[in-house]
C-alpha cells in the first residue's frame, strides 16, 4: 500500500510503499477513504523521537476492509471514523483495536460525509474534554484564544450550543469566520493589545479560557482577563498551574488522550451533534492524499481556517 513514511529522522514524510498491515485478534482493518491533518502530525514527525519508520496521521475516516478474529462490533464494509495513533493514517490501510480510549473508533452516521467524519476526532474530542474541564455551560463566558483553528472551531459551536457566551481571538481577516461558529465578541490579535481590549470589555473577568496558542510566559498574561476562582485549559502545556493556583485560577494542561472524552461514545457525541445540525465543521481545503506534504506544510503555518482533509481515491 501507500502511506505517508517517516523513515529517518529530517524525512517530510513523502508517500512510499509500505506493507499493509493484518489485524491483529482485537483490530479492525480499515480501508482509509479520507484523513485529517492536526498539528501532532508534523510536530512527531519534527521531533524525531519515535521509533522509524513509521505512518504519520491519527484521524481517519473509511470502510472496515477485515476483522481480527476476536473482533465482533463492526462488520465489512461499514463505515467508521476515529484516531489510528498507532499504525498511522496517512496510508491506504490502518489499523484500531475495536475498543481502545487511546485509539477510539465509531460507526459514520449515513448523512455525515467521510471527509467531515475525518476532520472531526482529534479536534473534536479535545474540544468536548475542553469544555467538560472548563466546566461550559449555561450562561458561563469563555474565552477561546485561536478561534478559527480545527479545535476553536468546533469548542465555539459547541459552547453555544451549551448556551454560553464565547468571546474569541485570531487574526482580523477571520472576523467573519468566526462569526458564523457563534462568537459573539470577537477580538483580532494582530490589531492591538486583545487581552486589554477583553479586560476592559470584562472587567469582573472571564469564567473560563480555552487556549489553544499561547506560550509559557504569554500564557500567564491571561490570568489579568480570569475571574476569582475561573478556569484555564492550556492544549500545549503552556500553563504554570501552582502559578495559575496562586492567582486563583484553576488551570490544567489537557491531555486529550488521557481524558473520559477520548471514547467510542466522545465520536458518537460528536457525530450526533453534526447529525442534528448543531455543529458544522469549517473544512479549509480537500487535499488529494498525494499532496500530504503539502498539507503538513500548510498546517505548520498555525493560520489555517478549520480543518484540512486528504482524500483517498
Ligand atoms: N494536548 C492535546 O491533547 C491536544 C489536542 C489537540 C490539539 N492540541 C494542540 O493545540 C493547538 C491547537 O490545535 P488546532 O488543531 O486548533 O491548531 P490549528 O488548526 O493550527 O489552529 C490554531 C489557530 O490559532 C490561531 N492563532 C495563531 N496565533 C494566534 C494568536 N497569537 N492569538 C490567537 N490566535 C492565534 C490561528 O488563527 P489565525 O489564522 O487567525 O492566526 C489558527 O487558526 C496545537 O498546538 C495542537 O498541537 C493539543
New binding site residues.
Given amino acids: 500500500m501507500k502511506a505517508a513514511v517517516v523513515e529517518r529522522p529530517g524525512d517530510p514524510g513523502s508517500l512510499k510503499e509500505f506493507p499493509t498491515p493484518t489485524p491483529a485478534q482485537n483490530e479492525l482493518l480499515v480501508r482509509v477513504v479520507a484523513a485529517s491533518v ?3 502530525d508534523w ?1 512527531v514527525r519534527d521531533r524525531g523521537t519515535r521509533p522509524m519508520p513509521f505512518v504519520l496521521g491519527q484521524d481517519f475516516a473509511g470502510v472496515v476492509s477485515a476483522t481480527g478474529a476476536a473482533a465482533h462490533k463492526y462488520n465489512e464494509g461499514e463505515r467508521v471514523f476515529g484516531i489510528a495513533r498507532e499504525h498511522g493514517a496517512f496510508a491506504e490501510y490502518t489499523l484500531v483495536p475495536e475498543e481502545d480510549r487511546d485509539q477510539p473508533v465509531a460507526r459514520i452516521p449515513d448523512d455525515v460525509s467521510d471527509a467531515v467524519a475525518a476532520a472531526l476526532p ?2 473534536g474530542l ?1 474540544a468536548l474534554a475542553a469544555l467538560e474541564a472548563l466546566h461550559v455551560g449555561a450562561g458561563s463566558t469563555l474565552l477561546i ?9 468546533i469548542a465555539a459551536q459547541m459552547a453555544r450550543d451549551r448556551g454560553a457566551h464565547v468571546v474569541g ?3 482580523a ?2 472576523e467573519n469566520l468566526a462569526r458564523t461558529l457563534g462568537v459573539e465578541d470577537f477580538v483580532a ?2 490589531r492591538g493589545d ?1 487581552l486589554a481590549a477583553i479586560k476592559s470589555t470584562y472587567p469582573g473577568g472571564i469564567d473560563a479560557v480555552l487556549d ?3 506560550d509559557g510566559d504569554r500564557i500567564k498574561r491571561i490570568a489579568d482577563v480570569i475571574r476569582d476562582g475561573g478556569a484555564l485549559v492550556s ?3 503552556a500553563a504554570d498551574v501552582p502559578w495559575f493556583s496562586e492567582r486563583k485560577v484553576v488551570a490544567q ?5 488521557q481524558t473520559p472524552q477520548s471514547s467510542h461514545e466522545g465520536l458518537r457525541t460528536l457525530a450526533q451533534m453534526v447529525e442534528q445540525g448543531r455543529l458544522r465543521v469549517p473544512i479549509a481545503a480537500e487535499r488529494h492524499f498525494s499532496e500530504v506534504e503539502a498539507a503538513l506544510a500548510a ?1 505548520k503555518t ?6 484540512i482533509v486528504l482524500t483517498l481515491p
Fill in positions: 492536526n498539528p501532532i510536530k482529534t479536534a479535545t484564544v485561536g478561534v478559527t483553528g480545527g479545535v476553536g472551531s481571538t485570531a487574526r481577516q477571520n490579535y494582530d486583545s489553544l496558542v499561547d492544549t500545549i502545556g494542561n489537557l491531555i486529550m488522550n498546517s498555525g493560520t489555517v481556517d478549520g480543518k
